[in-house]
Structure formats: C-alpha cells, structure tokens
Antibody, heavy 117, light 109 residues
Framework: EVLLVESGGHLVQPGGSLRLSCAAS????????MTWVRQAPGKGLEWVAN????????YYSESVRGRFTVSRDNAKNSLFLQMNSLRAEDTGVYYC??????????WGQGTLVSVSS | SALTQPASVSGSPGQSIILSCTGT?????????VSWYQQHPGKAPKLMLY???FRPSGVSHRFSGSKSGNTASLTVSGLQADDEADYFC??????????FGGGTRLTVL
C-alpha cells in the first residue's frame, strides 16, 4: 500500500523558517517524481514545487521561488520542503504527493503550517 | 493564473452533471495533461482523471473527461450522495509548471 506521511508543520512567525518532511512507503520512491501542493484555509489547491526522481530537476511556483527548496533522500524514502522567509500567505495544509506535472496519483494527509505573529 | 471553474454545481441523485475547467492556450489548450481531483471535507485530494480522460484503477466509470479547445470537462453520471465534494482541475503549463482551478463544490440535492 502506498503511504505518504507529512510532518514538520507548526506555528512560525513571519520571516521564519520551517522544514517539512514526507516519509514514503509502499512503492519504489526513487522511481517517481514527487510534488508538494498546499491549501490555504477554506481555499483551493495550489501547486508549490516538484522534484525529479534523481533530484536533478526541480520546479517551483512563482509564489515560492527563491524562498522554498524541495529536496529528497532516496536512500531514506523521504521528501523535504525547506521554507524560508515565510509569510502569512504561506499558511495552509501542505500535501506531499507522488507524481509529476502530469498528475499526482497518491497524496498524504497533509501537515498544517501557520505563519503568524 | 488559476484555471476557471464554477464555484458550485448541484444535481439530484441519478442525474448527470458536467463540471467545466477553462484555461488558456498556454495550459489546457496546449497539452492533454489535465487532471481532476475530488476532495471531501477534511480529507486529502483523490485523483479521479488524468490526461484528460483516463481513470486510475478503482475510480468509478461514472466519472469521465473530455476537452475542447481551452476547456476541459468532468462528467459525473448517475449522481450518488458520496459524489458530494469539491472538485479541482489542474493542467500542465508551457512554463513546465502546474496550475489548479479554484475548485467546484458539487452538491447532491
């Protein structure tokens, strides 16, 4: 069974940093693109970033480019999102998903990030 | 910018409804990489269709997709109570990124 479990979300002040993790199991992690998608409270989905199987290609939305960094550790079946210079508008649930720009076929349950003073 | 979806659509059990998703020549109109996601309150999104019209294993045949020009559509046939949820479309873009629609709340009357 494919399982994605996010962690690391919590309350942080504006301008602060946070590192999210996603632990993957049930599939060959190193064979798949992986993606981060977020959802502000009561709002729609927003694609954030994704990363190639080997980590040599990464793409970011305009709203996070230069502040967020996506990375992965295939040996540990883990995906990460380093978030710096956080803003109030970064608040939301962050989902880890398996897939490329075409689609994401499995999603985690999400981790909540709150940016507030 | 985000793909355009109607905020809400409703239908009675057994009916068919169509959800639309309008983009531009740079995303929906340019590629057959449109996908649809269903999200029940408090739950993670679930992939319902990919590449415009293909259903992942386990998704009911009552869900079907199509595209014409810059508009993609999701048809739900034989509406059931459990279909009531938010539906989001997404598309690959010519910037190698992904754009989502604002989402449609489907209500089963």
């Amino acid at each position: 069974e494919v399982l994605l479990v996010e962690s690391g979300g919590h309350l942080v002040q504006p301008g602060g940093s946070l590192r999210l993790s996603c632990a993957a199991s049930g599939f060959m992690f190193g064979n798949y693109w992986m993606t981060w998608v977020r959802q502000a409270p009561g709002k729609g989905l927003e694609w954030v970033a994704n990363i190639h199987q080997r980590g040599n290609e990464r793409y970011y939305s305009e709203s996070v480019r230069g502040r967020f960094t996506v990375s992965r550790d295939n040996a540990k079946n883990s995906l990460f999102l380093q978030m710096n210079s956080l803003r109030a508008e970064d608040t939301g649930v962050y989902y880890c998903s398996r897939g490329s720009q075409r689609f994401s076929d499995y999603w985690g349950q999400g981790t909540l990030v709150s940016v507030s003073s | 910018s985000a793909l355009t979806q109607p905020a809400s659509v409703s239908g009675s059990p057994g009916q068919s409804i169509i959800l639309s998703c309008t983009g531009t020549d740079s995303d929906v109109g340019a590629y057959n990489f449109v996908s649809w996601y269903q999200q029940h309150p408090g739950k993670a999104p679930k992939l319902m269709l990919y590449d415009v019209r293909f259903r992942p294993s386990g998704v009911s045949h009552r869900f079907s997709g199509s595209k014409s020009g810059n508009t993609a559509s999701l048809t739900v046939s034989g509406l059931q109570a459990d279909d009531e949820a938010d539906y989001f479309c997404s598309s690959y873009t010519n910037s190698s990124l992904v754009v989502f629609g604002g989402g449609t709340r489907l209500t089963v009357l």
